[in-house]
């Protein structure tokens, strides 16, 4: 049981280039999260999923998109990074169990930093 | 709009002492979290707490939540090296979360 997984740990780009982060849950949850990261700022949501071929804005969705097309994998495209994207990103799953339960929090991923130079 | 507010935002303890992080937000919830995070690492979590009132410990952390005064507090008791982090407080916001800014911890011999 790998819990959440982010694919890549590291990456840096040019101004322009594109990219995927993957993530992948094997505790079959329903619903996944991307957030970054900056100093001093928290997490901010970028996107989620509620379930398989489903997806929403979050707080601070533009210049990314996301894909879900297996319950088990969420993925985020840079269609063309610009050095404000430079952070670091978090994946998360939950279950969907009305969040009632006290384990009905976000697991997330070890993390993938991303440099846009 | 929720919002979330963390204070302090950094807090320097000497090792033994006592002291109480808060989280305050805007809006009506009744369901807040509290996760640890190491420099350089992933969230972990700490405290579910899902009603008025609940109170959740565990070791020398001790979260709360009043839902009325839309307030949490994290208190930390006797307080060691090990607790050195950031904590971050989230709020339910409808299957999502919102996060505070973050409360780097750092305890000192």
């Known amino acids: 049981n790998a819990g959440v997984t982010q694919t890549p740990k590291f990456r840096v780009l040019k101004t322009g280039q594109s990219m995927t982060l993957l993530c992948a849950q094997d505790m079959n949850h329903e619903y996944m999260y991307w957030y970054r990261q900056d100093p001093g700022m928290g997490l901010r949501l970028i996107h989620y999923?509620?379930?398989?071929?489903?997806?929403a804005k979050g707080e601070v969705p533009d210049g990314y998109n996301v894909s879900r097309l297996k319950k088990q994998n969420f993925l985020l495209g840079l269609e063309s990074a610009a050095p404000s994207q430079t952070s670091v990103y978090f994946c998360?799953?939950?279950?969907?169990?009305?969040?009632?339960?006290?384990?009905?929090?976000?697991?997330f991923g070890p993390g993938t930093r991303l440099t846009v130079l | 709009e929720l919002k979330v507010e963390q204070n302090p935002l950094f807090l320097s303890m000497q090792e033994g002492k006592n002291y109480t992080i808060y989280c305050n937000y805007s809006?009506?919830?009744?369901?807040l979290y509290w996760y640890r995070q190491d420099p350089g690492k992933s969230l972990e979590s700490l405290f579910v707490?899902?009603?008025?009132?609940a109170v959740k410990q565990e070791g020398r952390l001790m979260a709360s939540l009043d839902t009325k005064a839309r307030l949490s507090t994290l208190h930390i008791t006797a307080a060691v090296h090990d607790l050195s982090a950031t904590y971050f407080c989230a709020v339910d916001n409808g299957n999502k979360l919102v996060f505070g800014a973050g409360t780097i911890l750092r305890v000192k011999s």
């Open positions: 999923s509620v379930g398989e071929g489903t997806t």
């Open positions: 707490l899902l009603s008025n009132g």
């Open positions: 998360a799953s939950t279950a969907d169990s009305g969040w009632s339960y006290d384990t009905d929090t976000q697991y």
């Open positions: 809006t009506t919830s009744d369901r």
